[in-house]
């Protein structure tokens, strides 16, 4: 049974990729992630420049979910140029480097200071849902905004392959990611968190989280994500590479997203209840599912419910 | 593993049942709630509409819970405002504990507001017949804590220390650590062996345990600290190099086998954007 994906030219020895913001900040942890057997690392948000994220509580969890507005802190570029330097001397997986910005022309200012440490790939957040009080709203909420940061990183990142981060907070995914693929966007990753939903504290009266608001992440979300791997699948016609996202904690939640048309799987809330062997346990449930049911390659599944729908009303 | 089913990740709202001023600038906080922490373990104290910070549990009957801290930034300065009967959020028990056998002949190593945990350790761990030897270290006499508490407590011996030598060994307690193993060590010696070394202080002062408890081969438990966010696991701001372990699950109580491996104790740790800044 192969689980091993070939994505833009790029081989992950199994599907499953640290979504960013989890664990994300030293090359230790990545290398420790991938050794308990992630087949890709994405970094936490990148930027320019120092960014300071928000007071705590910033991430609280129940059986349900998960909400979080850790507000993408980020040490700035010498740090970033430290860190993945050091994992890419090993390089045990494939790294992507996911950046971020607060406008849109400094997208390409985060993404030239990366360049030269030579990521397997970028992945550009656009869709951050918990910075909305300092930058306003998402870029990933206007196509032609969208569209405007995939040309501005596009122009720097050269032969570099860029995901998008999109944000399901929107009312038609699938036009968002056209628009970005218009623009030279190579993949997408579906989907950033929800909402941002609000827990409140009832003896205190206060919202929970110090920015009020979080994005909304866990078990709860994964029916919203597949919806979207579906939508953006079908708007780009299968072409685009899709790192499916949201609410994976079994080899079967894999495998439904990658049904709906994810090549990749990330996983990130699931590393609070699992650990890092999550990636492993995951990998292992897609590799007994497929084994019973004669699936030898994993990429075969890719898109599959789009073919049986198709299949049955041809 | 941690026992995550046990742990409380939605802060729950407790109110502060009685304050104690300890020194000048330390106080300990009771609250009307237990989380079930065992000695070592951290929980998030979270002040609504301020922030939330980890803080070493110094006690837990299964009734109610206290912490004691020293305010030294915004969060806990705002906390020392607080009153008997304020309400502060909770959520935890969080990390690894001190872990010992019946019977063990233990040192425990205090620097500081690390009194408070020590004399968790100590209450707990003489009902599983344990004796054990209390090394309370300060600056000075004004600054020691938890001195009464211990002392009345059976099978715990007292030792203090102060830098300027206001009571007790004049120097640190690492010095009277040593001391201690080294007696232990004598054949001829009237108490048993000693087992295993307990510290809790600065890391500095850690550092120093470790190296101690190595000349004489005995096996420590250190607590550590390092910047929390969320306290089980997932944000990744506690990491530690070179191995990529999050102190929020495997520590913050550490074997002084792995403390040896970690490159970056005693040299540096990193900040709420993970930076990294020199001890």
């Known amino acids: ?49 120092e ?21 993408l802190p980020d040490a700035g570029p010498a740090k970033a140029n430290e860190e993945i330097a050091d994992f890419m001397k090993d390089h ?42 300092e930058f306003g709203k998402p870029f990933a909420c206007s196509a032609p905004d969208a569209a405007k940061v995939t040309a501005a990183v596009k122009k720097v990142i050269g032969d570099i392959p860029m995901f998008v981060k999109l944000s399901p907070n929107v009312d038609h995914i699938g036009e968002i990611a056209k628009a970005c693929l218009a623009e030279g966007a190579d993949g997408f990753t579906v989907i950033n968190t929800v909402g941002p939903g609000m827990a409140i504290d009832l003896r205190s009266r206060m919202p929970i989280l110090a920015n009020k608001v979080g994005g909304l992440s866990g078990p709860a979300i994964k029916p ?3 919806k979207c791997i579906a939508d953006v699948y ?36 699931a590393v609070s209840r699992h650990g890092a062997e999550v990636f492993a346990e995951v990998c292992e449930g897609m590799q007994y599912w497929c084994t019973n049911e004669g699936i030898d390659d994993i990429s075969s599944m890719v898109g599959g419910m789009h073919k049986e729908l198709a299949s049955r009303n041809a | 593993m941690s026992s995550i089913s046990l742990q409380s990740r939605l802060p729950k709202t407790y109110r502060i049942k009685a304050i104690t001023q300890e020194t000048e600038m330390v106080r300990t906080y009771t609250f009307d709630g237990s989380l079930g922490a065992k000695p070592g373990q951290f ?40 009153k008997v009967g304020d309400l502060v959020g909770l959520r935890g028990p969080f990390g690894t504990s001190y872990e010992w056998e019946a ?61 300027d030598g206001s009571v007790g060994h004049k120097g640190y307690n690492t010095e009277v650590l040593d001391q201690l193993l080294e007696a232990s060590a004598d054949p001829d010696a009237k108490d048993p062996p000693i087992d295993r070394v307990f510290a809790c202080g600065p890391e500095m002062m850690l550092k120093s345990v470790l190296t101690v408890s190595e000349k004489h081969k005995v096996p420590c438990q250190l607590s550590l600290e390092r910047y929390m966010k969320c306290g089980f ?3 990744g701001n506690c990491v530690m190099d070179p191995t990529g372990m999050r102190l929020c699950i495997e520590g913050p109580v550490v074997s002084g086998d792995v403390c040896a491996k970690l490159t970056e104790f005693g040299k540096y740790h990193r900040d709420d954007i993970g930076k990294k800044h020199e001890f």
């Not at chain 1, 992950?12 to 664990?23: C, H, K, Y």
């Not at chain 1, 057997?37 to 994405?42: D, F, R, V, Y």
């Not at chain 1, 708007?235 to 790192?243: L, R, Y």
């Not at chain 2, 980890?54 to 705002?78: C, L, N, R, W």
């Open chain 2, 233 to 235: 696991g997932i944000c």
């Open chain 1, 51 to 71: 960014h300071k994220g928000h007071p705590n509580p910033t991430i609280i969890e129940t059986d349900h979910w998960m909400l979080n507005a850790v507000g």
């Open chain 1, 234 to 269: 079908a708007a780009t016609d299968g072409k685009c590479p899709i790192i499916g996202t949201g609410g994976v904690y079994t080899g079967e939640d894999a495998l439904e997203m990658i049904l709906a048309g994810a090549t990749l799987i990330g996983i990130g809330s």
């Open chain 1, 92 to 133: 045990p997986v494939p790294l992507i480097a996911n950046i971020v910005a607060g406008l849109i022309d400094d997208y390409a200012k985060t993404a030239e200071g990366i360049v030269p440490l030579k990521p397997d790939a970028f992945e550009v957040n656009i869709s951050c849902p918990n910075v909305e009080d």
């Open chain 2, 43 to 82: 929980l998030m104290l979270w002040l609504p509409g301020v922030d939330e910070k980890p803080f070493s549990v110094a006690f837990d009957d299964g009734s109610e819970t206290k912490i004691t801290f020293f305010a030294v930034g915004p969060m806990s300065e705002a906390l020392a405002q607080s």
């Open chain 1, 1 to 49: 049974m192969n689980l091993s994906q070939t994505v833009l030219g790029i081989t992950f020895e199994n599907p499953t990729v640290l979504a960013s913001g989890i664990l994300g900040i030293t090359s230790s942890t990545w290398k420790d992630v991938a050794k308990k057997g992630a087949g890709g690392i994405t970094t936490k948000s990148l930027w320019a420049k």
């Open chain 2, 103 to 163: 019977g063990d002949h233990i040192v425990l190593v205090a620097g500081g507001y690390g009194a408070a945990p020590m004399f968790f350790v100590a209450s707990e761990a003489v009902k599983h017949g344990c004796t054990l030897e209390a090394i309370v270290g300060a600056r000075g006499k004004e600054h020691l804590l938890y001195l009464k508490e211990l002392e009345s407590l059976q099978h715990v011996s007292l030792h203090v220390s102060t830098d």
């Open chain 1, 224 to 226: 919203i994500a597949v």
